[in-house]
């Protein structure tokens, strides 16, 4: 079965700093991974997926994200952090199964930005 | 990517009394699912709803507590049974709008639900 495990419960970072936030993931074959954030009282918004191809990927709000299939990592990144972005993120992989994609996720990271 | 609203946004109910929550799509989708966010956790899935049948559920959820329609593409409704403290929580339903794998899912603004 697969899992995903965001070590960082926690993270504070000044505005104007770069960003990483970390994720594994354990699944046995080609994975599709996805960013979600989620603001107070929202739902989840998605920041970026990753399915083939090209292993950085863009997604919105200037978030990036590399996949490395050796480290079995999908490492969400941010050069400038604004105070906006302080929320909740989740990483997620989804299994193809013969009921669609089911999505796995982390158990998230708070992000608060310090002014 | 699709529009999706969910009612009631939140809701503070008696134990033992059922609550019914709605998810609404503005376009056809080819997948809805049920999830339950418990206070500072993650995401869990609850069901898979499908369209003219029954849902799927997740190993830990059963019909009986978490009954789930969805008559058409674009509806579904999760009611929650015989609610008890442990209830209380984030309901979020999701969809699916493109076919294929790995396409994402996309998020209503969830249910807050407390239960006294």
């Known amino acids: 079965a697969q899992s995903v495990t965001q070590p960082d419960i926690h993270i504070t970072v000044s505005e104007g700093a770069s960003l990483e936030l970390r994720c594994n993931y354990s699944?046995?074959?080609?994975?599709?991974l996805f960013w979600y954030v989620q603001s107070p009282g929202q739902g989840l918004q998605l920041l970026l997926k990753?399915?083939?191809?090209?292993?950085l990927v863009q997604g919105i709000k200037g978030f990036e994200a590399e996949f490395k299939r050796s480290q079995s990592s999908f490492n969400l990144r941010k050069p400038s952090v604004h105070w906006s972005d302080a929320a909740e993120y989740f990483c997620a992989v989804s299994r193809l199964t013969g009921g669609g994609n089911k999505l796995t996720f982390g158990t998230g990271t708070q992000l608060k930005v310090e002014l | 990517s699709a529009v999706i609203s969910q009612k009631p946004s939140r809701d503070i109910c008696q134990r033992g009394t059922s609550l019914t929550i709605q998810c609404q799509v503005d376009s056809q989708v080819t997948m809805m699912f049920w999830y339950r966010q418990q206070p500072g956790q993650s995401l869990t899935l609850i069901a898979t709803?499908?369209?003219?049948?029954?849902?799927?559920?997740e190993s830990g959820f059963v019909i009986d507590k978490f009954p789930i329609s969805r008559p058409n593409l674009t509806f579904s409704t999760l009611t929650v049974s015989n609610m008890s403290p442990e209830d209380s929580s984030i309901y979020l339903c999701s969809v699916v709008t493109g076919s294929g794998g790995g396409q994402p899912q996309h998020f209503g603004d969830g249910t807050r639900l407390s239960i006294l």
């Open positions: 709803a499908n369209q003219g049948s029954e849902a799927t559920y």
């Open positions: 699944y046995g074959a080609t994975p599709y």
């Open positions: 990753y399915f083939s191809g090209d292993t």
